[in-house]
């Protein structure tokens, strides 16, 4: 590498760091248990929502999230174990608990008679707010919302994008400690969704702590930072998304040569250098590319070295981890994107309960 230069390893997700470590958790769930029957709706969940932050739950339909966020919202409860949310005991202090959290559910909580105004206005006086403080928290977050010029129309008039807008406004009138968005987007077209994404990162950034449940990988990657993912009533893995892609193992190496004929001679030197453990590497045409499977720094320091003694110019290298897809194929077994079995109720798809 005579006169390439070697960029810094780059980190594949663009989110800010969240600083989740020594973070106070808002959420804290030890062993929570909730049957139906012979159903094992949650068998055992540990898991921690830092302040600040977003958690991901990660599962297929049935896995037991809408059971979990019910629990957490005091709505039903549980057989065994403990949670608390903002300090609150769910089973001890379940009117406290109320009034610290803000919940946003698959379907629309809003009143599609009346008109966006009157429904914020509404939740805020049964959350007790005086008048005045309703009608201004009202005007506040259909501001906030960018749906003030619709404030006057029923929600049955407005897109879907807007009616999650609103429903998320209305999560948002009693300042919420904690945020549970319970599949924000299942059902949702794509631009939509973008649309909801947008929002939920406008509202982590000014500080919100959100336990986000999902069945989309690349939702959990949009919006959270840490995940937990659930199957079957179980948590079968949790940490920083990061660090559940760096536990799986496999890093990939990209390089670019300055001239696009180097990629197959240097595709084919790397392939003989023999390092143990080291997979095939592939040539990428489209992007001009050569992708190295690499398992350890040892490895990658042996490929830089190599390059740089052959004397190709590199305009560029860096390190991608593996997506989130691979590390759930590598966690369970099977496919996020693809139902594991037959039946209709584990699939990834568009299935609601
Ligand atoms: N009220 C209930 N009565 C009986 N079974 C239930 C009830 N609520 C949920 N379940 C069952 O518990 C499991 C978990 O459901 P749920 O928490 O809704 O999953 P998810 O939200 O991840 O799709 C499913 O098998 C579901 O059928
Ligand atoms: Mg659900």
Do not use: C
Request: charged share 25%; glycine share 10%; net charge negative.
């Amino acid at each position: 590498m005579a006169t390439g230069t070697l960029l810094p390893m780059t980190r594949i997700d663009n989110k800010p760091r969240q600083e989740a470590t020594g973070a106070k958790s808002a959420v804290t769930v030890r062993g929570l248990v909730k049957h139906y029957g012979e159903t094992k709706a949650l068998d055992g969940v540990d898991l921690d929502v830092h302040e600040g932050t977003v958690l991901g739950v990660l599962g297929p339909n049935g896995a037991g999230k809408t059971t979990l966020v019910r629990v957490l919202s005091t709505l039903i409860t549980p057989d065994a174990g403990q949670a608390t949310v903002a300090g609150y005991d769910v089973l001890k202090q379940p009117r406290q608990l109320r009034r610290v959290i803000g919940l946003t559910g698959q379907y629309a909580s809003v009143d599609e008679k009346l008109p966006g105004w009157e429904n914020l206005y509404m939740i805020g006086r049964l959350l007790d707010l005086p008048r005045k403080d309703a009608r201004r928290r009202a005007d506040e977050l259909l501001e906030r919302f960018s749906l003030t010029e619709a404030a006057k129309r029923p929600a049955s008039t407005y897109s879907g994008g807007m009616r999650r807008r609103l429903d998320l406004a209305a999560s948002m009138i009693g300042q919420p400690a904690v945020l549970y968005l319970d599949e924000p987007t299942t059902g949702l077209d794509p631009r939509t969704r973008n649309e909801v994404w947008h929002e939920v990162k406008r509202m982590v950034a000014d500080g919100a702590t959100v336990l986000l449940t999902t069945q989309y990988m690349e939702e959990a990657e949009q919006l959270a930072s840490e995940l937990t993912v659930i199957d079957r009533g179980k948590v079968i893995a949790s940490g920083r998304i990061d660090e559940l892609k760096a536990r799986v193992g496999g890093r990939t190496l990209r390089i670019r040569p300055v001239d696009p004929l180097e990629l197959r001679p240097l595709a084919g030197m790397l392939d003989e250098l023999g390092l143990t453990g080291l997979a095939a590497s592939a040539v990428d045409t489209e992007t001009g590319t050569v992708l190295v499977p690499i398992l350890s720094d040892e490895q990658l320091t042996a490929v830089v070295g190599a390059v740089t003694a052959r004397g190709i110019t590199i305009s560029s290298i860096s390190t991608e981890l593996p997506s989130l897809d691979e590390v759930f194929l590598s966690l369970t077994g099977h496919k996020a994107s693809a139902p594991q079995d037959a039946a209709p109720a584990r699939a990834y798809e568009e299935v609601s309960a």
